[in-house]
């Protein structure tokens, strides 16, 4: 079968690689339908994540078809269409017992990462009954991709961990696709000002569509000071690092207010400086963390109801067979107005 594989920092290759075969009684072959590629991927390729081997296959976000089922596995069976989590958790060791799925002693994030991922034709996804979603009838399965991470990611450390409430002051620093998660699922709590910072016009532009109150331009603007002034002084209640680097974050620290939260949903490669000389007495909880994934099916009845609408993040569609292409469009996304691209087969 065909196959993305990762081939050490800077290269990638659309490789024909083996099919995927039952391994162990409880995982499933899934033939992909849609997939995505994700920044993650990006920092991969970069090679920011070191322990990602050559010859894996990327891709930890995708909507499939059930091929076949190991014997231990009970709620899916060939033929069925399945979400693909980003998140594979076996559902018995301590940390899945405590819905932390994302550090499951035989899973967490693995597709992609430490196994081969969704970028294929066929994935096998270890721990199947409690790691794919089975997708509703009539559903928009492109839409369904923003469900494997973004929007859950968005969601839960994003808004559920800044604890984002009716009339709160929130904002989001980073218009890419998860800063856009959070921008959409922030809103099933009514704050009353819902700021986005970032540097593409573009973004920033969608971001309002999308529900924004306000936008910061940081090319032509402040963030610091503008915030500050949209707050009459008092900072934010809720401020989202949604970028990955240690400006964002520094933005977040700077613009909290006392009593508030700061949620790092940004993947970080190097540190930051964190300002507890100032924070210490301010009041305020910092969170971070990888996706668990557990509010998965409450979003996609908000997606199949059409309370969020998943499908307006996808910019561009291509053929599986030309994920190359796709690759460039999204590693130029400023240029390209690409937020997420989807590839189907
Ligand atoms: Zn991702
Ligand atoms: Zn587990």
Redesign the pocket.
């Known amino acids: 079968m065909k196959a993305l594989t990762y081939q050490g920092p800077g290269a990638k290759a659309w490789s024909d690689i083996a099919k995927p075969v039952i391994d162990k009684p409880t995982d499933a072959i899934v033939r992909i339908l849609h997939t995505t590629i994700c920044g993650t991927d990006l920092h991969i390729l970069k090679g920011d994540v070191p322990e990602v081997t050559k010859g894996t296959v990327l891709g930890h976000e995708g909507v499939g078809v059930v091929e076949a089922v190991g014997p231990a596995i009970r709620n899916f069976k060939p033929g069925d269409h399945v979400l693909i989590s980003c998140i594979t958790?076996?559902?018995?060791?301590p940390?899945?017992r405590r819905q932390m799925?994302s550090h499951?002693?035989?899973?967490g994030w693995i597709l992609g990462h430490t196994i081969d991922g969704t970028q294929a034709e066929y994935v096998r996804i270890p721990h199947a009954d409690n790691s794919l979603y089975p997708v509703p009838a009539g559903a928009d399965e492109e839409a369904l991709v923003m469900l494997s991470d973004i929007l859950p990611t968005g969601f839960e450390i994003g808004v559920l961990a800044g604890k984002v409430k009716p009339g709160d002051s929130v904002v989001i620093v980073g218009a890419g696709p998860v800063g856009m998660a959070a921008l959409l699922t922030a809103q099933f709590y009514s704050p009353a000002l819902l700021i986005m910072v970032d540097g593409d016009t573009n973004r920033l532009e969608v971001a309002q569509r999308f529900g924004a109150t306000h936008v910061i331009d940081i090319n032509t603007q402040n963030a610091v000071e503008r915030i500050f002034e949209l707050t009459q002084g008092v900072g934010v209640d809720v401020a989202i690092e949604a970028v990955g680097i240690a400006a964002s974050f520094d933005t977040c620290q700077s613009v909290v207010a006392p009593g508030g939260s700061i949620a790092n949903v940004g993947v970080h490669g190097k540190s930051v400086e964190l300002h507890l000389e100032k924070l210490w007495i301010q009041n305020v909880t910092i969170s971070t963390g990888l996706v668990n994934t557990n509010t998965t099916p409450m979003l996609m009845k908000t997606v199949q109801s059409g309370k969020v609408d998943a499908s307006k993040l996808i910019t561009h569609r291509f053929a599986l067979n030309d994920i190359l292409q796709a690759y460039e469009v999204f590693g130029n996304a400023a240029k390209e107005k690409a937020m997420k691209v989807i590839l189907s087969q």
């Open positions: 958790s076996c559902g018995s060791c940390n899945c799925y499951c002693a035989d899973g």
